[in-house]
C-alpha cells in the first residue's frame, strides 16, 4: 500500500495537467462554447465537427501542413547531421563553432518570428535589400504579402531555429559508437559512403527514428512562427492547421470548434505515429 500513496502526488499532478484537460477539451467539442457568449452554451452533438471537416480552407491548410512539416524536418535532419557529423571529432576551436552554431536553439519561437518578419519585410527588410545589392532583383519583393511566396520566411525561420535539437541528439549518439568499430573498418577498406550506411546510420537508428518522430510532432503542433511573421495570410495561404487552430480559438473565441478541430488532428497525429512505428519497425529499432 505505501508505495501506492507515494505515487498519489504524482498521479494527482497527471490528472490534473492531462487528463483533465482532455476530457474538458472533448465536453467543449460538442457544446456551442464562445467565451464572448458564455450564457449561451449548450449541447450540439457533432455540428462542431461537421462544420469543421465542411470548412472550405481545411484541403489548402491541410496541404500547407504537410509540407510545412516534411520541407522543415527534412531540411532540419540534413543540416543537424551534417553538423553531428562535423563536430563529432574534435578540431581547433571545435567548443566555440559549436557554442555558436546553437545559439538559436536557445532563442524563442516568438523572439525568432519577429527577427525573420522584419528581415523579410518589403519595405525596409534586410533580405530585399541585400538582393538588390547584389543585382538580384531589380524591385522589392513583398515576402509576406504574396500567396505562394509567404511561407518560404516561415520555412526559413522553423528550420534555422530548430535544425540544432537533431544536431545535439544526433552528435550524442554519433559519439557513443565505439572507435574500435571505426578503426576495424579502415583497415578493412571501407569508404566514408559504406561507413556511413554500415555503421553509423545502423548504429543510430534507435535515437534517430525517436527523434524523427519527435521533431515530426512538434513541428506539426507549433504555431508560433506562422502567426507571429504571416498571420495565416494572405488568405490563408500560410496557415496550418496548427496555427489555424489557435486563430479559431483565441480569434473568433469559439473554444467549441477549437476543440473539435484539436481533437480532430490528435486523432490524425496518432494514426500517423502508429503507422510510422509500424513501418520503421519502431519496437525492435534496436536490434542489430
Same mark, same amino acid.
Given at each position: ?164 535539437? +537533431? /544536431?545535439? !541528439? %544526433? @552528435? ?11 578503426? *576495424?573498418?579502415?583497415? &578493412? ?75 480532430? +488532428? /490528435?486523432? !490524425? %497525429? @496518432? ?11 519502431? *519496437?525492435?529499432?534496436? &536490434?542489430?
Amino acid at each position: 500500500m505505501e508505495p501506492y500513496l507515494f505515487c498519489l502526488p504524482l498521479i494527482f499532478c497527471l490528472f490534473g495537467l492531462f487528463a483533465y484537460p482532455m476530457i474538458r477539451a472533448v465536453v467543449i467539442s460538442f457544446q456551442k462554447y464562445k467565451l464572448s457568449q458564455l450564457n449561451k452554451v449548450k449541447f450540439i452533438g457533432w455540428d462542431n465537427y461537421i462544420k469543421s471537416l465542411k470548412d472550405s480552407n481545411l484541403g489548402m491548410i491541410t496541404w500547407n501542413t504537410v509540407r510545412y512539416v516534411v520541407i522543415v524536418v527534412g531540411m532540419q535532419f540534413f543540416l543537424g547531421f551534417g553538423l553531428a557529423l562535423a563536430l563529432r571529432r574534435p578540431f581547433r576551436f571545435r567548443n566555440i563553432y559549436q557554442s555558436i552554431a546553437f545559439i538559436p536553439y536557445a532563442l524563442s519561437g516568438f523572439v525568432c518570428g519577429l527577427m525573420f518578419r522584419w528581415s523579410f519585410n518589403g519595405e525596409y527588410g534586410v533580405i530585399n535589400d541585400l538582393l538588390l545589392r547584389f543585382g538580384l532583383i531589380k524591385e522589392k519583393i513583398s515576402f509576406l504579402g504574396t500567396p505562394g511566396m509567404s511561407i518560404i520566411p516561415v520555412y526559413v525561420a522553423a528550420i534555422w531555429l530548430g535544425y540544432q535539437f +537533431f /544536431a545535439i !541528439m %544526433l @552528435l550524442a549518439a554519433l559519439q557513443s559508437i565505439p572507435q574500435e568499430v571505426y578503426e *576495424s573498418a579502415e583497415l &578493412d577498406g571501407c569508404g566514408w559512403w559504406r561507413r556511413l550506411f554500415s555503421i553509423i546510420l545502423p548504429y543510430i537508428r534507435p535515437t534517430l527514428l525517436t527523434i524523427l518522430m519527435l521533431r515530426v510532432v512538434w513541428t506539426f503542433n507549433s504555431y508560433e512562427l506562422v502567426y507571429v511573421i504571416t498571420e495565416g495570410g494572405p488568405a490563408y495561404s500560410s496557415e496550418t492547421l496548427s496555427s489555424y487552430l489557435f486563430t479559431r480559438a483565441y480569434g473568433s473565441l469559439d473554444f467549441g470548434a477549437a476543440s473539435a478541430l484539436g481533437l480532430m +488532428f /490528435a486523432v !490524425m %497525429l @496518432l494514426i500517423c505515429a502508429g503507422i510510422y512505428m509500424k513501418l520503421t519497425k519502431f *519496437s525492435k529499432a534496436g &536490434d542489430f
